[in-house]
């Protein structure tokens, strides 16, 4: 399992990279430094990965990490965006599921944009 920290100024958390072409890509190319951009409950900063959509989904699950094509950027579900219906979490447009949060999602709602925010791996 591959294992990630996405870290700001004030908050830590762990997730997972799936075995997906794209996940395997990001792992790659870390650590990586962004700064964040958020969008409802999402923040997202480009990677320096260039791949096309794999496997995309309109809806993903609160804590999903994203690749979206068109930004080639780095996504973190953890609620609604400005287009979800009902209950859902849908991104502006399709993405590749790449990974998902293993803590409390909840603190990621203390991420703004503008932060600086750093993925690297984990060695556990």
């Avoid at 997906?20 to 790659?28: C, D, F, G, M, Y």
């Avoid at 958020?38 to 260039?50: C, L, M, R, S």
């Avoid at 599921?97 to 690297?120: A, F, H, P, T, Y």
């Amino acid at each position: 399992m591959r294992k990630i920290e996405i870290r700001t100024d004030r908050i830590s958390v762990k997730a997972r990279l799936n075995e997906s072409l794209t996940a395997r890509e990001i792992w790659n190319v870390l650590p990586v430094r962004g700064v964040v951009n958020t969008w409802g409950d999402e923040i997202y900063f480009p990677v320096p990965v260039q791949r096309g959509l794999e496997a995309g989904r309109e809806v993903v699950q609160e804590g999903d990490l994203g690749y979206w094509p068109p930004g080639h950027a780095f996504c973190v579900f953890f609620g609604q965006t400005p287009i979800s219906r009902s209950d859902e979490v849908r991104p502006a447009s399709p993405v590749c599921v790449i990974g998902n949060v293993l803590d409390d999602i909840e603190i990621l709602k203390e991420i703004s944009s503008g932060d600086e925010i750093v993925v690297r791996p984990l060695n556990e």
